[in-house]
Antibody
């Protein structure tokens, strides 16, 4: 059974940094596309970043240059390093795995329970 | 960026009735459309991918249809556990979500 467990959220001041972790079980992160999606309080969902099985990484424009996604294959864990945090980064951050469908496009199939990041002074 | 627009924002339905949710894309996403259900305090749960394929364990009362820019999620005979927020998402060009439709008890 695929399970994703996020950790590392908390309260941080504007301009500060935080590293989120996503521990995966039931599969290996190196063989899968892994992503972070966030949800600001009372609002919808926003894709943040993805790391492909070949190690390529991509980011939403809203976080490009500030956030870095990475993985540790030996720990089957994906990370999101968040720097220069802003109030608008306040959200629940979800880790999600992606699956390839018949049209060779990737959709989110499994999600973690999320971890809350609050950026405030 | 492909913008996804869902309607209505809120849908009031009685248990046992049918709910029809709409999703429109700002440009064609082919059949690369998924639906997610989210309950308060929980992560989104995949319901439908590829416009009409139910994910593992999803009851047959959930069905999806459409193509290109217009999509529909139909919940036939609403159960109490179906009252939630539903999001559509395109995965044809990166990933973007609609703003959600809340299905509430009438």
């Amino acid at each position: 059974e695929v399970q994703l467990v996020e950790s590392g959220g908390g309260l941080v001041q504007p301009g500060g940094s935080l590293r989120l972790s996503c521990a995966a079980s039931g599969f290996t992160v190196i063989n899968n596309y892994m992503s972070w999606v966030r949800q600001a309080p009372g609002t919808g969902l926003e894709w943040v970043s993805v790391i492909y099985s070949d190690g390529s990484t991509y980011y939403a424009d809203s976080v490009k240059g500030r956030f870095t996604i990475s993985r540790d294959n030996s720990k089957s864990t994906v990370y999101l390093q968040m720097n220069s945090l802003r109030a608008e980064d306040t959200a629940v951050y979800y880790c999600a795995s992606l699956t390839l469908d018949l049209l060779l496009s990737y959709y989110f199939d499994s999600w973690g329970q999320g971890t809350l990041v609050t950026v405030s002074s | 960026e492909i913008v996804m627009t869902q309607s209505p924002a809120t849908l009031s339905v009685s248990p046992g009735e049918r709910a029809t949710l709409s999703c429109r894309a700002s440009q064609s996403v082919r059949s690369n459309l998924a639906w997610y259900q989210q309950k308060p305090g929980q992560a989104p749960r995949l319901l439908i991918y590829g416009t009409s394929t139910r994910a593992t364990g999803i009851p047959a009362r959930f069905s999806g249809s459409g193509s290109g820019t217009e999509f529909t999620l139909t919940i036939r005979s609403l159960h109490s556990e179906d009252f939630a927020v539903y999001y559509c998402q395109q995965y044809n060009d990166w990933w973007t979500f609609g703003q959600g439709t809340k299905v509430e008890i009438k």
